[in-house]
């Protein structure tokens, strides 16, 4: 664009912008991603104590505190036993969920003027949920590991990667693809839809501390009540993805299945619903407050640095 100098010279002010400059912060996509990544990894190493004595309890059958006093026996290093698998799953679908999002959200936004901020919100969230269903075989390794009746062929994750590969083929990793890809479209539409909206309810924060709160509150009532909703979502994906080879079912049939077995009652679609709101509550509490507080940081350092640019 021109403008006119202090010599009343017409001079010609170039559209792009330096790499120094602080304002083009909102066209950079990276740091969506890493947030996001972040918030998981916070998440999972918050959480995973609990996660295990939760699964000693399933396993061993034990009362809360004879499983907490055999894990504390063990030491801080078994502790830990086991996190990277579940901190790589949930760091790459955080990652590409809150990155994609956001970088679909820029581009519709500039090119499609004419509509509206809910649409276009809804479009991106869409499109971020199909992008992370393409990761469908961390969370399909994961469920084998997780099935009792695999627990002597696989010794650790990275041999149930080898193993489906070699000896199934790369179709075997996106078993259970439909249902993923029903389940993270319509959540993701509805997560980033209305997270700003409950947070809005609440009572005004004074404080960061009670920003931070907000977020909490907001992602960790928003996460327990979608994980609930798709929770029969979730259901027929584990019964599709328990198998290891052989036919591939689709998903009106393995629901019809997993129908049946239950005698036909919708209430025991719901079996492990209340554990699973329990453990939503509070991954999601803390997913939401740290991406929004790792965002915050970057922000504030940004107008540091613009401070500088200025007065540069």
Known sequence: MSGINQNGVQCHQSTERSPSDPSKKDDRDWPDFVFGAGAAAVNILSTFPAHKVM?????????????????????VWNLYRGVVPPLMQKGTSMAIMFGSYHKFQRMLSRNLTNTSPVATSAIAAMLAGTIEALFTPFERVQTLMSHRGHNERFVNTFH????????????????????????????????????????????????????????????????????????????????????????????????????????????????????????????WGIINSTYEFLKKCLGHRSVLRTKMHTKA
């Open 55 to 75: 699964f000693r309890q399933q396993v061993e059958g034990l009362r809360i505190r004879y499983a907490v006093r055999q894990v504390l026996r063990e030491g």
């Open 160 to 283: 149930a990667f080898k193993v489906i590969g070699m000896q199934y083929g790369l179709r075997e990793y996106y078993r259970g693809f439909t249902p993923i890809l029903l389940r993270n479209g319509p959540s993701n539409v509805l997560f980033f839809g209305l997270r700003g909206p409950i947070k809005s309810i609440l009572p005004e924060a004074k404080t960061s501390i009670g920003n931070a709160a907000n977020d909490f509150v907001s992602g960790a009532v928003l996460g327990a009540c979608l994980s609930t909703l798709f929770f029969p979502v979730n259901v027929v994906k584990s019964h599709m993805q328990k198998q290891l080879g052989g036919d591939f079912v689709n998903c009106v049939k393995a629901f019809t299945v997993v129908f049946n077995e239950r005698g036909r009652r919708t209430r025991r679609l719901f079996y492990g619903v209340s554990l699973n709101y329990t453990r939503a509550l509070v991954s």
